[in-house]
Nanobody, 126 residues
Framework: VQLQASGGGLVQPGGSLTLSCTVS????????MDWFRQAPGKEREFVAA????????YYGDSVKGRFTISRDNAKNTVYLQMNSLKPEDTAVYYC????????????????????WGKGTQVTVSS
C-alpha cells in the first residue's frame, strides 16, 4: 500500500490549509484512515481518523472544532481541512492506514498503524 500526502506549506496564523492523501490500492474504501503529525522534538500525535464510509470521524483534542477529515472513495483520497491554524499546529503531517487494513475498527495509536505516507510539512507562522 502506497500513501502519498500533499498540500502542506507555509500559512499565517488563523489561516487554512487542506491536505490530501492518495492511496494506491483499489481497496481503499475498505480502509479506516488516519492523520498524525509530528512537531520537532515531540512524539507523533494522533490528529484525526475516519471510518471506511466516511460517516464517522474522530479528532485529537488539540484540533477538535478546527480540523475536518473527509474522504472520497472514488478518488482513493482522504483529506484534512485545517482551519484557524495556530503556530502550535506546525508539524509534519502523515496519513496512515491501520496494520490490519481490512478491519473496520478505528485505531488512533501510532503502533496500530501499518502503512504511512512520507509526510507533508505544515508551517504556521507570520
Amino acid at each position: 500500500v502506497q500513501l502519498q500526502a500533499s498540500g502542506g506549506g507555509l500559512v499565517q496564523p488563523g489561516g487554512s490549509l487542506t491536505l490530501s492523501c492518495t492511496v494506491s490500492e483499489r481497496t481503499f474504501s475498505t480502509y479506516v484512515m488516519d492523520w498524525f503529525r509530528q512537531a520537532p522534538g515531540k512524539e507523533r500525535e494522533f490528529v484525526a481518523a475516519i471510518t471506511r464510509t466516511g460517516v464517522t470521524t474522530y479528532y485529537g483534542d488539540s484540533v477538535k472544532g478546527r480540523f475536518t477529515i473527509s474522504r472520497d472513495n472514488a478518488k482513493n483520497t482522504v483529506y484534512l481541512q485545517m482551519n484557524s491554524l495556530k503556530p502550535e499546529d506546525t508539524a509534519v503531517y502523515y496519513c496512515a492506514a491501520p496494520r490490519d487494513k481490512y478491519s473496520a475498527m478505528v485505531v488512533k495509536t501510532e503502533g496500530d498503524m501499518g502503512y504511512w505516507g512520507k509526510g507533508t510539512q505544515v508551517t504556521v507562522s507570520s
